[in-house]
């Protein structure tokens, strides 16, 4: 148990399954209550879509684990209702320094511009999450079966069949689609015979949390060489409750039952910190790490995400990001398949889209343990000669990598998007998760990704919103697939039946390059999908009708 936090126990209740009658047929199926399991069910919730959960504990996560949150992360967290309790626990911070022996090489900051509603990122404790996602299902009517283990999958051409066992005994149940998020091992995967492709590095590290009093600043510092600690790398962030995260390099003979040893730790941490601070020791763990994927996400009816479908190394906080982010492309899709407006191999995109952002965070995360992790001593002099050049020189900087942080993907080549036929300037082109600007709707300040999301809508930017031809787009509120229009203007105004969102600051024409009659197309997930100079309702529907498959 841990001194700094209370582990809650969820109570275990018979599956009324195993009293007789037939197996109950579930829409959607998740296995898995860790952070991307509960977010796929609570993003299914608001869509409309009945889910239930199974896990085989009862309670969240031992120890800390997953630790920061990136702002993509964040605000998907905030459609799923749980962003607040998440960013009001946690310790924000956006400033990232790197050391080098003795002296600073740089820092960094993952925020320069102002106006998000959300920071660059969020350190919190994985429990801390888990239990926020838990209660909330509990708000919005989210059945979760407690000490339900999946010993058995067996896939039908229009279902899923489950054996599940319980401390009562073995039941089965059917989905018509399942989502696996039951991590790293995924006792799922292993029963479909599926597997992960990559690479495992040879090297351990040592997680030590500690509880102190410190005057530290929340940033994240990463020492290469330290005095404290030599020949090796360590870092050191900030958590909720004093608490803190030490991760120490071991390299690759160290004994992992040793290591944990209360008589191992305690010197270390004492040689970084001073013997003079008092701090008391949370939780240990000893990890390796490898960076692999499945070749692809969906198999029939059974769908992959987070960590069952992909690992990376902890540097960077690429693996509840991209998790998180998974479960936002894929629900949403589901939704429309599930529905019968877009067929299964609308489903093939979630794939497509998650395997090309896996690569990327494979391929960083890959990038940066080979520059904490020399593997060779020519590869060691090039990395300390970098480092004593990053002190001086800002080329130099550029080459410094001791974990390129959690960034969203661009999809800017998904086969969903409609291309440019307009010239535009700036980030959010086909394919970019929508950047945040600050707005008033109502004659109330707000956000604008807090308009957004769950649903297609039309972003028609005009310096006067009377002017906007709005019954020429009215059609596509009642379509099958229907998109919202919602009016952007640098003036306050109200128009009857539409949402308009007022750009105070002009922030959002500087980042989306907006002019008078210019529209965006955003994807249910926040993601931009098309956009012109000049929208009519034809270019619009063709638009959608290319990110669903339905054209």
């Known amino acids: 148990m841990l001194k700094s936090y209370t582990y809650p126990k969820f109570a275990y209740q018979r599956p009324p399954e195993l009293d007789g ?15 991307v399991g509960l977010a796929a069910a609570l993003d299914a919730q608001q869509h409309g879509l009945p889910v239930l959960v199974l896990d085989d504990d009862d309670t969240v996560s031992v120890g800390s684990r997953g630790l920061c949150y990136a702002k993509r992360a964040l605000e998907i967290l905030d459609r799923c209702g749980v962003g607040d309790p998440v960013a009001d626990k946690g310790v924000s911070w956006s400033v990232g ?6 002296g600073e090489v740089f820092r960094f900051d993952l925020q320069p511009d102002a106006d998000h509603k959300r920071p660059g990122m969020v350190n919190l404790q994985q429990y801390y999450l888990e239990e926020y996602q838990v209660r909330r299902c509990e708000q919005v009517g989210v059945e979760i079966r407690w000490k339900n283990k999946v010993v058995s999958v067996r896939q039908q051409s229009d279902r899923v069949e489950l054996n599940v066992e319980t401390p009562d005994g073995v039941y089965v149940l059917e989905a018509d689609w399942l989502i696996v998020c039951d991590g790293a091992r995924s006792p799922i995967r292993a029963m479909m015979g599926l597997d992960v492709e990559g690479r495992i590095f040879m090297d351990r590290f040592l997680i030590a949390d500690v509880i102190m009093k410190a005057p530290f600043p929340a940033e994240r510092w990463f020492w290469f060489d330290p005095p404290f600690h030599r020949n090796q790398s360590v870092l050191l962030h900030r958590e909720a409750d004093d608490v803190w995260r030490i991760d120490f390099q071991l390299g690759w ?22 013997h003079d601070r008092e701090f008391e020791l949370e939780w240990v763990s000893v990890y390796t790490f490898q960076c692999r994927r499945m070749a692809r996400f969906n198999h029939g009816r059974v769908l992959f995400a987070g960590d069952a479908a992909h690992q990376v190394s902890p540097f960077g906080a690429r693996g509840a990001n991209s998790g998180i982010q998974d479960t936002d492309n894929l629900v949403w899709k589901l939704k429309l398949v599930i529905q019968g407006d877009a067929p299964a191999r609308l489903l093939d995109t979630y794939s497509e889209e998650r395997t090309f952002a896996a690569d990327e965070n494979i391929l960083n995360s890959t990038r940066s343990t080979d520059f904490i992790t020399p593997k060779s001593a020519a590869s060691r002099t090039f ?3 970098v480092l004593q050049l990053a002190q001086k020189h800002p080329f130099a900087r550029k080459l410094v990598n001791s974990g390129r942080l959690s960034v969203p993907a661009h999809y800017t080549g998904s086969s969903l998007n409609t291309a440019d036929s307009d010239v535009f300037a700036g980030l959010m082109e086909p394919g970019a998760p929508m950047d945040d600007a600050p707005i008033v709707v109502d004659g109330r300040p707000g956000w604008l990704l807090d308009q957004l999301g769950n649903r297609f809508q039309l972003l028609l930017y005009a310096d006067d919103p009377e002017r906007v031809p709005l019954d020429a787009f009215a059609a596509l509120k009642d379509a099958r697939i229907p998109v919202e229009p919602i009016i952007v203007s640098p003036n306050a105004a109200r128009r009857g039946g539409v949402r308009v969102l007022q750009d105070v600051k002009g922030l959002f024409a500087k980042r989306y390059d907006a002019r008078d009659g210019t529209a965006w197309l955003a994807r249910p997930d926040q993601h931009v999908c098309a956009r012109w100079r000049a929208a009519d309702p034809a270019k619009v529907r063709a638009a959608v009708a290319r990110a669903t498959c339905t054209a």
């Open 253 to 274: 003979d160290a004994d992992p039952a040793e290591e944990k040893k209360p008589e191992r730790v305690i010197p270390r941490i004492k040689a970084m910190l001073g």
């Open 383 to 385: 990395r300390n000669a």
């Open 21 to 35: 009658g037939p197996a109950k047929r579930h829409p959607i199926i998740v296995v898995g209550a860790g952070p």
């Open 97 to 102: 320094r790197t050391f080098f022996g003795e």
